[in-house]
Nanobody, 118 residues
Framework: QVQLVESGGGLVQPGGSLRLSCAAS????????MGWFRQAPGKQRELVAV???????KYADSVKDRFTLIRDNFKNTVSLQMNNLQPEDTAVYYC????????????WGQGTQVTVSS
């Protein structure tokens, strides 16, 4: 069973930075894509950023130029570097991955809280 384990959330002031990491229980080459979603209270879960195995990363317009996906093939991790955080970035962030051999298999991490507040 594939597991995704997130780390790195916390409380940060506006304008600050955080890095979230998602560690897969196996090789990340087993995935077509890996990325991050977030869900704020009372809102639907939304895509933040996704990295495809065959292309460039994609970012939500709201995080472009502030967030960066970083892939580490040796550590089997995909990290999300978040800079210039704003209160509207407050949410639970979830790691997500789609299995290459069967795209119907979508995996989620347990979620990590990011709170941006002064």
């Amino acid at each position: 069973q594939v597991q995704l384990v997130e780390s790195g959330g916390g409380l940060v002031q506006p304008g600050g930075s955080l890095r979230l990491s998602c560690a897969a229980s196996g090789s990340i080459f087993m995935f077509n894509s890996m990325g991050w979603f977030r869900q704020a209270p009372g809102k639907q879960r939304e895509l933040v950023a996704v990295l495809f195995s065959t292309g460039s990363p994609k970012y939500a317009d709201s995080v472009k130029d502030r967030f960066t996906l970083i892939r580490d093939n040796f550590k089997n991790t995909v990290s999300l570097q978040m800079n210039n955080l704003q209160p509207e970035d407050t949410a639970v962030y979830y790691c997500n991955a789609e299995q290459r051999s069967d795209p119907r298999n979508i995996y989620w991490g347990q979620g990590t809280q990011v709170t941006v507040s002064s």
